[in-house]
């Protein structure tokens, strides 16, 4: 019998997400997934499935579901409390579920997004290729709600073979390194020092699409706008306020602001842990420091 989750309460907004779509910005399709690609990546090894396998996104936790057959489950991500079968589980670690045992995520202590894998990977339909729900471009599942139920797939790899992946804790500062970007020329010649001389601060208009910053302006040397050209995962994009804009997974695949500087693939992980309220510094890659 195929083994299902179902969505008892899907929390303040959970997805479906696997490592996107990429290749398809000609068409005007951005690559989305997995906002922390490492978290997802960890989640799948841990039940011993491949890396890109489809599995859940929680924002903020209070996330709880149910399992229909035996099956192995993984929490990784942002530290949070994990209840399964009635009892407290660990992080990044295999958790077994048997028929009718329920998992349930609590609020993270610190960062924003868990993720939940299933040994087998989340067996809903594919759109371009890809599982992922893309919430700016509107392809794949649409994001849960309670009495949803999500079909276990049977591809897997070889079973889990540790018990447990440690993993450093989430910093209070996180700081993120950065490349000047392709219109450091829109900008006074100190905008650059002051991003990465003091923090910004994380507001509360943060979702998969980007991060909007608050703190010191960015000042221009150029007025006007831009007509659209090609964006990335990273790019730090300012609007006429002088703020920056972070953009994460579902980021559009044009803008018209200029992007003062690039987070690097490497640092996106922890760009998607950003939470609102918290302090973020921005310091220039070794390569360009």
């Not at 001389?197 to 699409?209: G, L």
Request: charge should be neutral; hydrophobic fraction near 40%.
């Amino acid at each position: 019998m195929t083994a299902k989750l179902e969505v008892l309460k899907p929390g303040p907004f959970t997805t479906v997400q696997d490592l996107g779509r990429p290749g398809l910005a000609a068409i005007g399709v951005g690559r989305s997934g997995a906002a922390d690609r490492g978290a997802l990546r960890l989640a799948n090894r841990l039940v011993g499935n491949p890396e890109g396998h489809a599995a859940l996104e929680s924002t903020l936790g209070g996330l709880a579901l149910r399992a229909s057959e035996t099956v192995t489950v993984a929490v990784t991500g942002a530290p949070c409390p994990i209840t399964a079968g009635g009892r407290a589980a660990g992080p990044n670690a295999p958790i077994v579920l048997r028929p009718g045992d329920g998992l349930e995520i609590g609020t993270p202590e610190r960062g924003l997004r868990c993720y939940v894998a299933v040994r087998g990977g989340l067996d809903v339909a594919p759109v371009l290729g890809a599982r992922a729900t893309d919430t700016l471009g509107k392809l794949g599942p649409p994001p849960l709600v309670a009495g949803t139920t999500l079909p276990v797939g049977q591809v897997t790899l070889g079973p889990p073979t540790v018990d447990l992946a440690p993993r450093p804790g989430l910093p209070a500062e996180p700081c993120l390194r950065i490349t000047p970007g392709p219109r450091l020329d829109w900008f006074t010649a100190d905008a650059l020092a002051t991003l990465v001389s003091r923090p910004y601060t994380v507001t509360s208009d943060v979702d998969r699409v980007g991060v909007r910053l608050t703190g010191p302006p960015l000042a221009r040397a150029r007025e006007g706008e831009l007509p659209p050209e090609a964006c990335v995962p990273g790019a730090l994009q300012v609007p006429p306020s002088g703020t920056p804009i972070l953009f994460l997974a579902d980021h559009p695949v044009t803008g018209g602001y200029p992007v003062i500087g690039v987070v690097g693939e490497e640092d996106l992980d922890l760009a998607a842990q950003l939470r609102p309220g918290i302090p973020v510094r921005f310091a220039l890659s070794r390569l360009t420091a």
